[in-house]
Each structure stands twice: as C-alpha cells, then as structure tokens.
C-alpha cells in the first residue's frame, strides 16, 4: 500500500498553492490530502490537522510549507502511522519556540516591513503581505501575473500564531527531510539550515535562487523529496 502523502500549507497562502505538487504526486499514484490549517493558532491549527490525520487509513507522509511545518510536527504526535516529516521551506521550531522567535534569531528575514495589520474584535490581529510587496517578498521566481492572483488569494496569519511556542515536536521521533529555498525573505537561509541540523533530517536540498513559495515555483524538487521521504518508508 503507497502511503497517503498530506499537505499542510503555511501563511499567505490556501491549500491550492499545493497544486502543482499534488498534481505530479497523483501522477505517481499516492494518495493526496491538502489539509485546511486555519491559520489562527499554533495548537489549534494542530489540532485540526491531528483530526484529519486520525481518519487516514494506513501510513502517512505529512509534508507541510512555512508555517504548516510547525503545524504539521504538532499535529502527528501521537500518530504511530506518521512515518515521514517533509519540511518544504518550514519551519520545525523545538518545544516552547515560537516561529516569530526562530525567524528573527538569523539576518536575512524582510517579512515584518511588508505586513499590513488587520485588527480583529477579539484583541489579536491578522497579518498580510502587503499586495504590492508579495511578488518580491514572498514568490519572486514566478511571473507577475500568477503572484498577482496569488497575493490576492492569500490567507492570513494570526499574531496568536506567530507568537505561540510549539509543544513538543514530532520531528524527535519521526524521520524528516527538508527541502529549502536559498533566496528565502520569509525564514532566513541559516535558520532553514540550523533546523534541519537539530532534526538530524534524513536528507537536505537546498534550491539556488529559489523564493519562499517553493511549491509553486519548485514543485517538481518538492515533489521528488515527497517522493523520497515515501520511497524511504514503503
């Protein structure tokens, strides 16, 4: 049985940025899930995807972009049927850090200067690139027209998000590869090589010239190290 591989995208984005991955994993012939992450909190958007993954039947390859990487190790704690971690440009923060802390703690990063700042009711604030600044900031390695479409369709990061700490990770227990991009605006070059030498990650590619949004401007890297991380536990 070819495992389920389930995607779990991050911030600025929706589970269509995963289109171009999904569509050559499906030509493999892998079952594929692109899980909805709510993007409100760190525990939980966990627990959204951690419901969706009891429902899976047989092994997964959970694969998660930016954001999603911190969700997805929360999620597969206590999933035995977890058997791989892909981190695609993601973060992989260790117990109590939060993604706003390991962002920040290399040079590099030019997020926070392109945010505008959606106050809500509830005293936290949603966070969006600024349109004018997400070509650049966040997918500059495809054409204008399609990052136009795409900073249009972004989805936003709550501030309870970006600042909650991770419990504690999956990535300790399970076998994770990493993929990264090197021209990366969102989480700095160093921190993508600093976490993926505390996960002892099976494998590291790292993409010369490649922005953030790697699945839509990468996808067939990250398709293959899907493909790996499946080949590897088949």
Known sequence: MKPTIVLV?????ESAS???VTRQLLAEGYPVIAAPNPLRSLSGDAAVVSSLLATVD???VLAGH?????VMSNAAVGHDHVKALVFVAAFAPEAGESIGELSGRFPGGTLGETLKEVPLPDGTVDLY??????HQQFIADVPAAQAALDAVA??????TALNEGSGEPAWK???SWFVYPEADYNIPLEAHRFMAERAGARERVELPGASHAIPASEPA??????LQAAAAIA
């Open 66 to 70: 930016s954001y999603g990487g911190a």
């Open 154 to 159: 972004q989805r936003p990061l709550n501030t």
């Open 129 to 134: 690139i600024r349109q004018d600044k997400y």
């Open 18 to 20: 995963w289109n171009e």
């Open 9 to 13: 995208h991050g911030a600025f984005a």
């Open 58 to 60: 047989g092994p997964v």
């Open 173 to 175: 227990t399970v076998p």
């Open 221 to 226: 890297a990250v398709a293959g190290i899907i």
